[in-house]
């Protein structure tokens, strides 16, 4: 079984709320984005910012986890938004600042307009690109993980 290697981007404190909770949203909570994760998928959330919509520039990797069952769920947050979640087991790890990792990173086809990878909320990347975001946030990643 080949597992596939996850981008999403979240603000931080987003970000915290589902380590807190153990799932992830995507795209504002929408289905479609969370649909393409299988379990065992290995997720790093990148945080442009600290807040959304206007929080302080981070530009960080602030979270890394492995999707549990690949189960999609939807919650009710207030009678007008109830997203889709999740669940995600998340790894100890520390904010890794994208900056230094630009020129490594072959996902990134742009160097100077690097934060254009990152628009679409989610993206997919190589096992070697996932490998050193991994090793820049201070986890040992495991190859045969979530096997």
């Given at each position: 079984?080949?597992?596939?290697?996850?981008?999403?981007?979240?603000?931080?404190?987003?970000?915290?709320?589902?380590?807190?909770?153990?799932?992830?949203?995507?795209?504002?909570?929408?289905?479609?984005?969370?649909?393409?994760?299988?379990?065992?998928?290995?997720?790093?959330?990148?945080?442009?910012?600290?807040?959304?919509?206007?929080?302080?520039?981070?530009?960080?990797?602030?979270?890394?986890?492995?999707?549990?069952?690949?189960?999609?769920?939807?919650?009710?947050m207030s009678p007008?938004?109830?997203?889709?979640?999740?669940?995600?087991?998340?790894?100890?790890?520390?904010?890794?600042?994208?900056?230094?990792?630009?020129?490594?990173?072959?996902?990134?086809?742009?160097?100077?307009?690097?934060?254009?990878?990152?628009?679409?909320?989610?993206?997919?990347?190589?096992?070697?690109?996932?490998?050193?975001?991994?090793?820049?946030?201070?986890?040992?990643?495991?190859?045969?993980?979530?096997?």
């Open positions: 079984m080949s597992n596939n290697y996850w981008i999403g981007v979240v603000s931080k404190s987003h970000v915290q709320r589902g380590v807190r909770g153990g799932f992830i949203q995507l795209n504002h909570g929408k289905k479609a984005a969370v649909q393409r994760l299988k379990a065992g998928d290995m997720l790093a959330m990148y945080s442009p910012r600290t807040d959304y919509p206007d929080g302080e520039a981070l530009q960080a990797f602030t979270a890394i986890g492995t999707v549990v069952s690949g189960e999609v769920y939807q919650v009710e007008d938004f109830k997203p889709f979640r999740m669940d995600v087991t998340f790894h100890s790890c520390q904010d890794a600042p994208i900056k230094p990792l630009i020129g490594q990173l072959s996902f990134i086809k742009d160097k100077t307009h690097w934060g254009s990878a990152f628009r679409f909320g989610q993206l997919r990347v190589s096992q070697e690109d996932f490998l050193r975001i991994a090793q820049a946030m201070g986890h040992p990643m495991m190859v045969a993980a979530a096997a």
